[in-house]
């Protein structure tokens, strides 16, 4: 009995007999994935079918790694995405991802093998209703307003003469023109220092921060202008970049931001202490302080002729009135008199004065011809002659008893010489001592065999053995 197991499935349980089937063709062979296998195959299904896509959705959860990559969820009412966008595509976004941020993200759907999740890797992220270049600005604006660098209460005042003006601009441009042709104009003594730097393109930025670091450490630099002619937000976008805001912030001068014309508005015109509609208006704010002051000047002159006329006007009318009273009569002829003494007085003076010098002058005279007849150079030949003559005796004289000495040394030499044991044994004679050399030995007897001795000659000195005597 056949087990019911062993039939196929698709055979029926009765005996009822069925026409006799077609031939099926054999089952094809089976192939098994391995996991890796299978998720490569995926991926590539993945990245070829969805090789450019457009997706639009929310930023959730959005971590920058230290990697650089940025990771993120996009998602919307019913369904979310994980996402990725690499560092070498992430240094070019104008604006910051954040959370709650809708986005139209441009990439690639792959597969991240490690977990098995399909992500899309992001090649640009742009945000959905608002423009790219207004969101990074509205950003960064926020940003630095939060830090305290639009507070008033770090605008500094421009310098009233500034004597060295700093100007932060293109040398191609037409602002650096018209910044010179007003300060040639209205103020000709100024002393201009310019740093060229780029101000449009996308090395621009970095170009101006750099620039204003360079005039900031320039010495004796009053107020610094940062100009640019107008243009498209593009073409100002420089000057948007949080790097040329801090960079305005660190100059340690005040600084003028002339970018653009009266209708643009960039953050370097927040972060800078005073803001000027184009490069030409900047440039009359600078002196336009010299002019209110120069003006004043004028003023306060006109007040102070006009105060001293008035004082004289009134110091006049009263020596008028009181020339007129009676007890004033006869004034102006005592006044003459007055003069007359006075001049009198003077003129005696002078002529004592004049004596004086004259006195002087002729004590002058006595003492230059005094002075003539003393002839220093005559006197200074003869005191040299002498000194050369008492040098010549000296050295005889020296000479003489050093010769002297030497002879008298020589004598005396020869006498010790003469004396001294050192040349009696030169001549081939010794000295026995006993063996500690604490006496000397004059006689045989005081020997005995077996003794030890020392024998000095004239060179060196002799150790020796007594082996016999012999009296003399």
Not at 171 to 195: E, M, Q, S
Not at 306 to 327: C, F, I, L, M, T
Not at 367 to 382: K, S, V
Not at 390 to 403: E, P, W
Request: with cysteine.
């Amino acid at each position: 009995m056949s087990d019911l197991f062993d039939l196929p499935f698709e055979e029926e349980s009765d005996p009822i007999e069925r026409p006799a089937a077609a031939a099926r063709p054999p089952a094809p062979s089976r192939r098994v994935y391995t996991v890796t296998e299978l998720t490569v195959r995926v991926r590539d299904l993945l990245e070829q079918e969805f090789f450019e896509v457009w997706v639009e959705g929310e930023l959730s959860n959005c971590k920058v790694w230290n990697t650089g990559h940025l990771y993120f969820t996009l998602k919307d009412g019913a369904a979310q995405i994980r996402a990725v966008i690499f560092r070498s595509a992430l240094r070019y976004l104008k604006f910051k991802p954040a959370d709650g941020l809708r986005v139209v993200a441009r990439g690639k759907l792959s597969v991240y093998e490690p977990k098995g999740e399909y992500q899309l890797v992001c090649e640009h992220l742009q945000p959905q209703g608002l423009g790219e270049l207004q969101l990074a600005f509205d950003q960064l604006k926020q940003r630095l307003q939060a830090e305290g660098l639009f507070d008033a209460a770090r605008k500094r005042p421009l310098p009233a003469l500034p004597r060295k003006i700093g100007i932060v601009t293109s040398l191609d441009g037409a602002a650096i023109r018209d910044i010179i042709k007003v300060l040639r104009r209205r103020y000709a003594n100024a002393h201009l220092v310019i740093c060229p730097a780029r101000v449009q393109g996308q090395d621009a930025a970095p170009d101006v921060a750099r620039a204003l670091r360079q005039i900031g450490r320039v010495k004796g630099v009053d107020v610094v202008i940062v100009a640019r002619g107008g243009g498209s937000i593009e073409d100002l976008w420089a000057f948007n970049e949080e790097i040329v805001a801090r960079a305005i912030a660190r100059v340690p001068v005040p600084v003028i931001s002339a970018v653009g014309h009266e209708t643009d508005v960039t953050i370097a015109d927040f972060v800078a202490d005073r803001r000027a509609p184009t490069p030409s208006a900047a440039a009359e704010m600078v002196v336009s302080a010299k002019e209110q002051f120069c003006s004043r000047i004028d003023g306060l002159a006109d007040r102070l002729r006009a105060s001293a006329r008035a004082r004289v006007q009134r110091a006049a009318r009263r020596v008028h009135v009181a020339d007129g009273r009676p007890a004033f009569a006869g004034f102006r002829a005592r006044l003459a008199m007055r003069d007359r003494r006075a001049a009198e007085l003077s003129y005696a003076l002078m002529r004592v004065a004049r004596a004086a010098v004259a006195r002087r002058d002729r004590r002058l005279q006595g003492i230059e011809r005094q002075l003539a007849t003393f002839d220093a150079g005559r006197r200074l030949a003869r005191m040299r002659t002498q000194l050369v003559e008492s040098t010549g005796r000296l050295s005889h004289a020296i000479g003489g008893r050093h010769h002297r000495a030497a002879a008298q040394l020589g004598a005396m030499a020869g006498r010790l010489e003469a004396l001294s044991p050192l040349a009696v044994l030169g001549r081939g004679y010794a000295v026995a001592w006993n063996a500690d050399k604490t006496r000397v030995l004059r006689d045989a007897a005081s020997a005995s065999p077996g003794d030890r001795v020392r024998v000095t000659l004239a060179r060196g000195e002799l150790a020796c053995e007594v082996r016999s005597t012999e009296d003399a």
